[in-house]
């Protein structure tokens, strides 16, 4: 049974920084490409952050690009989101999902998924 779980979301204000955590099991988690997206509450799911499988490539979409960082540790199967410089517009939850498919930060790419945190960004 694959599982992705998700940690390390919360309350946090303006300038502020989070660590997200991704625990995965049940799949060959080096293998992966993996990914973080995010929801806010009204809007579509977006890719936030994605990495390949040995760490080689990172992508990210514009609106986090230079502000958060995505690793991952294949000897621990997890996968880490840095958010640093937070504001209100990252307020959302955030999942993480590993790849079925080949577009990067597309949602339909991604066949199993976390069951997300909640992150809140105050002023």
């Known amino acids: 049974q694959v599982q992705l779980v998700v940690s390390g979301g919360g309350s946090v204000q303006t300038g502020g920084s989070l660590r997200l955590y991704c625990s995965v099991s049940?799949?060959?988690?080096?293998?992966?490409?993996m990914a973080w997206f995010r929801q806010a509450p009204g809007k579509e799911r977006e890719g936030g952050a994605a990495i390949t499988p040995t760490s080689v490539y990172t992508y990210y979409a514009a609106s986090v690009r230079g502000r958060f960082t995505v690793s991952r540790d294949n000897t621990r199967n997890t996968l880490y989101l840095q958010m640093n410089s937070l504001n209100s517009e990252d307020t959302a939850m955030y999942y993480c999902a590993a790849a079925a498919g080949n577009e990067i930060l597309q949602p339909q790419s991604y066949k199993y998924w976390g069951q997300g945190t909640q992150v809140t960004v105050s002023s």
């Open positions: 049940g799949l060959i988690f080096r293998t992966f490409r």
